[in-house]
């Protein structure tokens, strides 16, 4: 026997002295009112209530026990509306600066579904891995190594300048001639997103390898400064092929290396990490820059021999 539904029939079928109406009031059946008061009245081995053709009335066990019923139904409310607002409560998610606003919109209506109130913090690499070890945040998507990680997000070259049907953009291509010296050099910005060592240092080392000067290689903390330079010059961007759509330019892989960006998420609690790996994949993988068709989903078990909810940090 359920008690707490038997008990809320008792309470409104005595509030009200009246099988038809209380069951109205309980939204159930009338029969089926009928049926939980009398298996609580057999529970409890005494008479609750005494019916006639017209009205309820409470048997003296009834009043007695009519205050305990409507403790145990206004408890049973209140768990029931705390439970809805604990799946309700915001839960801090650090996300890439570089997620648009579309599919994070996206990422975060689609959570609801999966009783997850998502409250997105963009923030740079270090700064979420930093929110997620203080604790600010509940978990964070953080940069790793693209061998390592859930996600993986290619990168390229994007510029003003329509290439053509160049099929790839060779950092080489950037080197001055002798006869250009005196000209302004192309150079390759790099965002704050790729201003981890896994993406920074390639893209320095392959520069270097090539001949380009130092300053060809520049680490910048402003995207829409970067941009600008890139709409004014022949500068180029290293970004993903969906930022660069949005931003207007033009992109094509890098010809000398084969460069992306890794995720994973980290989080203190291993519960708070199980609820976010439970998300569809490719929601979180739309929001990186995943590209259509692109493996983009957490692996089943444990890839990285890292344990659910085990700190991991960029």
């Known amino acids: 026997m359920d008690v707490i539904a038997a008990c809320k029939a008792f309470v409104a079928v005595s509030g009200h002295g009246s099988f ?14 009928s049926r939980r008061i009398a ?3 057999k ?7 005494t019916r006639s053709s017209r009205s309820v009335t409470l048997t003296l066990f009834g009043r007695e026990m009519l205050p305990s019923a409507r403790r145990l139904v206004e408890l049973a409310e209140a768990m029931e509306h705390d439970a809805e607002q604990a799946r309700l409560r915001p839960f801090r998610l650090a996300v890439p600066e570089v997620c648009g606003p579309r599919p994070l919109a996206r990422l975060v209506a689609e959570a609801r579904a999966h009783d997850l109130n998502l409250d997105p913090r963009p923030a740079g690499p270090d700064r979420r891995a930093e929110l997620a070890r ?3 945040v509940r978990a964070a998507v953080v940069a790793v190594p693209p061998d390592d990680g859930a996600w993986r997000v290619p990168l390229g070259l994007a510029g003003h300048a329509d290439p053509g049907d160049v099929p790839a953009i060779y950092v080489e291509t950037l080197r001055a001639g002798r006869a250009e010296r005196d000209v302004r ?12 060592p896994h993406v920074r240092d390639r893209i ?5 390898a090539v001949g380009l000067q130092p300053a060809q290689v520049v680490v910048t903390s402003s995207l829409v400064a970067a941009t600008a330079e890139v709409l004014a010059s022949t500068d180029l961007l290293l970004s993903s092929h969906g930022q660069a759509d949005e931003l207007g330019l033009h992109w094509r892989p890098i010809g000398e290396l084969d460069a992306a960006r890794g995720y994973d998420v980290t989080a203190r609690s291993r519960d708070d990490g199980r609820r976010v790996r439970s998300l569809p994949p490719a929601l979180i993988g739309r929001c990186l820059g995943v590209p259509e068709g692109e493996p983009d989903g957490v692996p089943e078990g ?6 659910d909810g085990e700190p991991r940090w960029a």
């Open 185 to 196: 050099r192309r150079r390759v910005l790099i965002q704050a997103e790729d201003d981890v």
């Open 39 to 41: 298996a609580l009245e």
């Open 43 to 49: 529970h409890f081995g005494a008479r609750l209530l």
């Open 20 to 33: 038809t109406v209380g069951a109205a009031a309980a939204r159930i059946p009338q029969s089926v009112a």
């Open 302 to 307: 444990e890839p990285d021999g890292v344990p």
């Open 204 to 208: 320095r080392r392959l520069g270097h």
């Open 134 to 136: 203080t604790l600010e």
